[in-house]
């Protein structure tokens, strides 16, 4: 059933690694896949109907389709071969569609950007994999080359992290790839503006808070699906309300204060590679 387009929340659930992790600088991000499963379980019963990101952006703020009645958006980050062996075949058995994120950089590899938490040896999806993954109906999107926190870097670096990152995925998949995520969820004004340079038509951050149909088609806020999280945990996740525009407010210059605290502390490290290289 489809109902008229009025201001709605709409849940953007955020995965990583479907897994099992007993590491604790990691675990948070792995969803057991019996957890997993009894999710997807929940919102078949529920009668949820998941879409994926550039679905939502069509008929927000496109097409102006109406959106289902129960909608509810599946996103997975980083890709992680796992999610071929144990989220794809219970998507597939639902009949549900998802958008994964790919750092290409490590496409055919391991996740050597999470070696400081003793997770830099997790497979990541072959090329292979996330061509039959893109044919099984999952929209590919853009989560940089390098996973690197884009709004440290110099714009040119960051420029060519998202677009490397979506030429690789356009010449990979044979088609057009419009959404993007950003890496750790950190964004800024110039980085949203080079994703939308880039030909790209949405992109998700984090923010650990419910998105709308009022929501910035390139700052979707989304809400992490943690790890053993049962059906009832995930119902009280997805009736979480709209957060107040005041907490809102209160986490854009939160938000700022740090990425100050971490474009320093890049810059420092970027002269001393510099000197080390250089001497």
């Keep these: ?5 009025e201001k709605k ?11 099992q992790s007993t590491n604790p600088k990691f675990k948070q991000f792995a969803v057991p896949p019996a957890s997993f499963a009894e999710q997807m ?3 078949h019963q529920h009668a949820y109907t998941p879409i994926n990101v550039t679905q939502l952006a069509h008929m927000l703020w496109k097409e102006r389709f109406a959106l289902p ?10 890709g992680f071969a796992d999610f071929f062996t144990n989220a794809l075949p219970v998507l597939q058995h639902y009949g549900f569609t998802a958008t994964l994120y ?3 950089g490590f496409i055919g590899s391991t996740s050597r950007w999470l070696a400081r938490e003793g997770e830099g040896t997790r497979s990541m999806l072959t090329w292979d994999q996330v061509r039959e993954i893109g044919a099984c109906g999952i929209e590919c999107g853009g989560h940089s080359h390098w996973h690197p926190q884009l709004d440290t870097l110099p714009l040119a670096e960051a420029r060519d992290e998202i677009v490397r990152c979506k030429k690789l995925l356009e010449d990979h998949l044979g088609q057009k790839v419009w959404s993007f995520a950003y890496p750790y969820g950190y964004h800024s004004e110039a980085i949203k503006r080079l994703v939308r340079e880039a030909g790209y038509t949405s992109a998700c951050a984090v923010g650990y808070a419910m998105s709308s149909t009022t929501a910035d088609p390139f700052a979707l806020e989304r809400l992490q699906v943690e790890a053993d999280m049962s059906g009832d945990d995930l119902a009280a996740l997805l009736a979480r309300p709209i957060q107040p525009i005041g907490t ?9 204060g740090w990425r100050l605290v971490r474009r ?5 490290t970027r002269q001393l590679q510099g000197r080390l290289e250089s001497g």
């Design 248 to 256: 809102r407010i209160y986490k854009r210059f939160r938000t700022a």
């Design 41 to 43: 379980t929940y919102l």
């Design 102 to 104: 790919l750092a290409t």
């Design 9 to 19: 929340q709409i849940p953007i659930l955020m995965y990583h690694s479907i897994a």
């Design 1 to 5: 059933m489809l109902v008229k387009q």
């Design 264 to 268: 320093y502390s890049a810059s420092v």
């Design 69 to 78: 009645e129960r909608p509810v958006v599946l996103t997975f980050d980083d």
